[in-house]
């Protein structure tokens, strides 16, 4: 773990490392057995596209979890993050071959809240479109 950002330490606009996750069908049976979300959209692509997705899509939830790591990895503490919130945009496609999809995240502070707590904005983006919309995190830092 590393060591925790201090809030005096910390300005509006400080860009937090950007992070790329691989996402492969293997990684999707792995969260569905964690998780216990097996719907067939996330490893039939049939039944995906049967029901008009392009082909097998990730999960939202693992989406949002990935996506929160560039927060908790800047922060030092994931107990640091005191509230997240996401709109879901766009699925993150996950082709049947040996590289899968990616997602990238980004984020920045948006805003200092009071005396330790910080918003920051996140950019979510697979395949050059944004996944994750009003993808925000209040942080207390230390």
């Not at 492969?24 to 964690?34: E, P, S």
């Not at 984020?107 to 918003?119: H, I, N, P, S």
Request: no cysteine; glycine share 8%; proline share 5%.
């Amino acid at each position: 773990m590393t060591a925790q950002i201090q809030y005096a330490d910390v300005e509006v606009g400080t860009e937090l490392p950007a992070r790329t996750f691989p996402v492969t069908r293997a990684t999707l049976v792995q969260y569905a057995g964690a998780s216990g979300d097996f719907n067939p959209i996330h490893w039939n692509e049939k039944f995906a596209k049967e029901v008009g997705l392009p082909d097998v899509i990730a999960h939202g939830m693992f989406t949002m979890a990935e996506a929160i790591r560039v927060v908790t990895d800047w922060a030092g503490d994931p107990g640091a993050v005191v509230e997240y919130g996401v709109r879901f945009t766009r699925p993150v496609v996950v082709p049947n071959d040996d590289e899968g999809a990616t997602i990238e995240v980004s984020g920045k502070v948006a805003a200092k809240l009071d005396d330790d707590t910080v918003r920051v904005d996140l950019t979510v983006t697979s395949d050059g479109q944004k996944v994750l919309g009003m993808s925000r995190a209040v942080v207390r830092l230390a």
